[in-house]
């Protein structure tokens, strides 16, 4: 499955939802690439149900809650406590390996940069499928070890943050969802190569500051601080052309992260 055309109105109007989100990951770029990924691969209408498994600061879930009802889980008090403020979305502080919800409850499913930290890969995308609708859709992504700058170590520099795993490959990925009986309908790479390149950058300035990282709420304390509003104007002046280079990198870089688009069967 190809992900879905979009026009130049469409392009203008995902950027215009991305603007008015004052969510402070709205200015990581990595974010951003995945969600635009995300977007063009589902297009969720108003009766149904998306959930955001691993949702952190809750980007992505405020953005899907133009267009449908959402519910976001994560693991972090301080995300949620933060992310809260968007009062449309259902928002649960839970573990995405015993997920809260009945079986068969989600339209969509989608968790992005959830994976590697889990310890148990088979048994939470075991447990995505529990909770997804025959015909449901879910979007999974991950750092993929195929990319070319992987083997960097600045790629894996994540202060405190636990890491079951710095990554997967498409080849450990595809099993999982095999297992599970989940049609694989898309796999994407994104982060192919100038965008990472900028996330390195930004981790090691981040990391100098803040070597004792922990939690994606921590960024909530540097929105207003004079660094945050430079590199602000930094990111929106080069984020989108980095974005559209990588873009155009797709088809010839496995880039350094990887999405699967796969659809839980009727039977």
Same mark, same amino acid.
């Given at each position: ?12 109007r ?8 004052q969510?402070?990951?709205?200015? %990581?770029?990595?974010? *951003? ?5 995300? #977007?063009?691969s589902?297009?969720?209408?108003? %009766?149904e149900k998306?959930?955001?498994?691993? *949702? ?13 009802n $959402?519910? &976001? ?6 995300? /949620?406590?933060?992310a @809260?403020?968007?009062?449309? $979305?259902?928002?649960?502080n ?10 068969? @409850? ?11 930290? $889990?310890?148990d890969?088979y048994?939470?995308?075991?447990e995505?499928?529990? /909770? ?15 990319g070319?700058?992987? $083997? @960097?170590?600045?790629c894996? +520099?994540?202060? %405190?943050e ?5 990554g997967?490959?498409? #080849?450990?990925? !595809?099993?999982?969802?095999?297992? =599970?009986?989940?049609?694989?309908? #898309? ?18 300035g981040?990391?100098?500051? =803040? ?5 994606q &709420? ?15 104007c /930094?990111? !929106? &002046?080069? &984020?989108?052309?980095?974005?559209r280079?990588d ?8 880039? %350094? #992260?990887? +999405?699967?688009v796969?659809?839980?069967? =009727?039977?």
């Amino acid at each position: 499955m190809e992900p879905k055309k979009h026009t130049e109105d469409e392009t203008q109007r995902f950027k215009s939802e991305i603007s008015i989100n004052q969510n402070p990951l709205r200015y %990581n770029i990595s974010t *951003c690439f995945r969600l635009k990924l995300i #977007n063009r691969s589902i297009s969720p209408k108003p %009766n149904e149900k998306l959930l955001d498994v691993g *949702c952190g600061m809750g980007f992505m879930a405020w953005f899907f809650s133009k267009k449908c009802n $959402v519910y &976001a889980i994560d693991i972090s008090f301080d995300s /949620i406590k933060f992310a @809260s403020q968007n009062k449309k $979305v259902k928002w649960v502080n839970g573990n995405g390996l015993m997920l809260p919800f009945k079986d068969n @409850s989600f339209d969509y499913v989608i968790t992005s940069e959830v994976m590697e930290h $889990v310890e148990d890969g088979y048994g939470f995308v075991a447990e995505l499928k529990r /909770i997804i609708k025959p015909g449901g859709t879910i979007i999974l992504s991950t750092p993929s070890i195929d990319g070319i700058l992987r $083997v @960097s170590k600045i790629c894996h +520099m994540h202060g %405190n943050e636990t890491h079951h795993k710095i990554g997967y490959s498409k #080849n450990e990925l !595809l099993p999982m969802f095999k297992k =599970n009986r989940l049609k694989v309908l #898309n796999v994407k790479y994104g982060l192919n190569f100038f965008t990472q390149i900028f996330m390195e950058i930004i981790k090691i300035g981040y990391t100098i500051k =803040n070597p004792h990282f922990e939690d994606q &709420a921590e960024l909530e304390k540097d929105k207003n601080t004079l660094l945050f509003k430079i590199y602000k104007c /930094i990111f !929106l &002046a080069i &984020a989108p052309f980095l974005i559209r280079i990588d873009q155009k990198l797709e088809k010839y870089i496995r880039g %350094n #992260n990887i +999405m699967i688009v796969a659809k839980r069967l =009727n039977k």
